[in-house]
């Protein structure tokens, strides 16, 4: 089995930072793509950026704004959140695709850390 543990959620005031970190443990034959969702009240849940081989991916809400980054070796995805907006207030959730040997390829979520950005 594999988990994915979400760290450093919080409260923020608009034009603040935080950065996210999620660590994937278990099973793990290798991970594919490895990247940040969020939900927000009444909303869906929306990719917010991926890490894609190693191409990256970002939401037009966050470009600019928000950077993702990855260490393989550690089978870890950080999110570093700047010039936060009300807007971005969401449980953010880290998912990954995970080779878990044998052919068998998964995907799995994180219980999701809240953010919330006040104005």
């Known amino acids: 089995q594999v988990q994915l543990v979400e760290s450093g959620g919080g409260l923020v005031q608009a034009g603040g930072s935080l950065r996210l970190s999620c660590a994937a443990s278990g099973k793990i034959f290798n991970i594919n793509d490895m990247g940040w969702y969020r939900q927000a009240p009444g909303k869906q849940r929306e990719l917010v950026a991926v890490y894609s081989g190693s191409s990256m991916k970002y939401a037009d809400s966050v470009k600019g704004r928000f950077t993702i980054s990855r260490d393989n070796a550690k089978n870890t995805v950080h999110l570093q959140m700047s010039s936060l907006k009300p807007e971005d207030t969401a449980v953010y959730y880290c998912?990954?695709?995970?080779?878990?040997?044998?052919?068998?390829?998964?995907?799995?979520w994180g219980q999701g850390t809240q953010v919330t950005v006040s104005s």
């Open positions: 998912n990954a695709d995970v080779d878990v040997g044998w052919g068998t390829k998964n995907n799995y």
